[in-house]
């Protein structure tokens, strides 16, 4: 199988376009894959001459324009000749197979929605995080695309949470559960109790009410919640993540017993480093775009950048779109998506 071109926008981020195009060029030699850098081509084309890159798999499509990281996430649809709406145009029209961008979020998702579009099953696409726990990964699902649900759309993110654990992940019959404030049923928001008889009438491997202590224990495989919800947890568990490392680092410096047992510990630390370093995984997907949308952290570097790259791959490799079309019709009661509210 020949791998997918991937449309970059090089101008969205706090490093752009230098680390964004290091991050391409790290790509392509990994990959051997096409990329297409979206920008400002003049810029684009200083940072491969400096780097001594001359690689016909990297292909500059100009922008003259971009999108601010505090503007309306709307703007992006007015102002056509930016390189995040240049990059998802590429997607929409088939000349590029995913895309990826370390800029404003919101512009990003309304590129996926409103320039790349919506598989048909799906009536609200949702971005899903896989979370580290102590046994692999659990998926969370909204963090951010969608604040305000009714109980349709949090059924719908079920099945593209179930579709993401089992296919990216490898994760048969995937635990499901509903975030919500005990396990007992009938505990929760009005949100929650009334996706909850829904969930149960789904066939997926639904386990009922999930706490949040549940998140990062490993008891669930996919949490579903809504994205005002999902957003907060992932801002605060990458806050946490960032605290407990540079609180660690506060205390070694204290004694020299410290030193020499953070000496001891080094492997360790640097695992579980590397599992809360953003960089490592890359970026988040939006699920449910007709192709894959990847959205990276503003402050990505070249490593995220390669590795963003990597994950709209593996979602195109792993014919996910397609997979989760065919979860959503297997899944979903006929009728359900209108009927339910």
Not at 169 to 187: A, F
Not at 202 to 217: T, V
Not at 261 to 279: E, I, Q, S, Y
Request: hydrophobic share 45%.
């Amino acid at each position: 199988m020949s791998l997918p071109k991937i449309a970059v926008d090089c101008m969205g981020g706090d490093y752009a376009p230098e680390e964004i195009v290091k991050g391409c060029i790290w790509a392509s030699k990994e990959f051997a894959q096409t990329i297409f850098l979206v920008g400002d081509e003049q810029r684009i084309k200083e940072i491969l001459k400096r780097e001594g890159v001359k690689d016909e798999r990297l292909v500059v499509v100009h922008a003259k324009d971009t999108i601010g990281m505090h503007e309306p996430p709307s703007n992006v649809l007015k102002k056509k000749e930016s390189s995040l709406y240049i990059a998802g145009k590429l997607v929409k029209d088939g000349v590029a197979d995913g895309l990826v961008s370390a800029g404003n979020t919101g512009a990003v998702l309304t590129v996926g929605k409103f320039v790349i579009g919506a598989i048909e099953e799906v009536e609200r696409p949702a971005i899903g995080v896989a979370l580290p726990n102590p046994k692999g990964k659990t998926v969370l699902i909204d963090v951010g695309a969608n604040v305000d649900c009714k109980p349709k759309h949090l059924v719908q993110f079920a099945i593209i949470g179930h579709t993401y654990a089992e296919e990216i992940l490898g994760i048969q019959n995937p635990r499901v559960g509903i975030l919500s404030i005990g396990e007992e049923e009938g505990k929760g928001n009005e949100l929650v109790k009334e996706t909850y008889p829904l969930l149960k009438q789904l066939g997926l491997n639904f386990l009922g009410n999930a706490e949040g202590r549940d998140i990062y224990a490993g008891t669930f495989d996919v949490i579903v919640c809504d994205g005002f919800v999902g957003n907060i947890i992932l801002k605060a568990s990458e806050s946490l993540g960032m605290a407990v490392v540079q609180m660690i680092k506060e205390e070694i410096k204290k004694s020299l017993l410290a030193k020499i047992g953070a000496f001891l510990l080094m492997p360790a630390l640097n695992n579980f480093k590397k599992k809360a370093d953003f960089t490592e995984y890359g970026g988040i997907p939006l699920l449910g775009a007709k192709k894959p949308v990847i959205i990276t952290h503003g402050r990505a570097n070249a490593k995220a950048i390669k590795n963003a790259i990597k994950v709209a791959t593996e979602f195109y490799t792993h014919h996910f779109n397609e997979k989760l079309a065919s979860n959503m019709k297997k899944f979903m009661p006929e009728g359900a998506k209108a009927s339910w509210a």
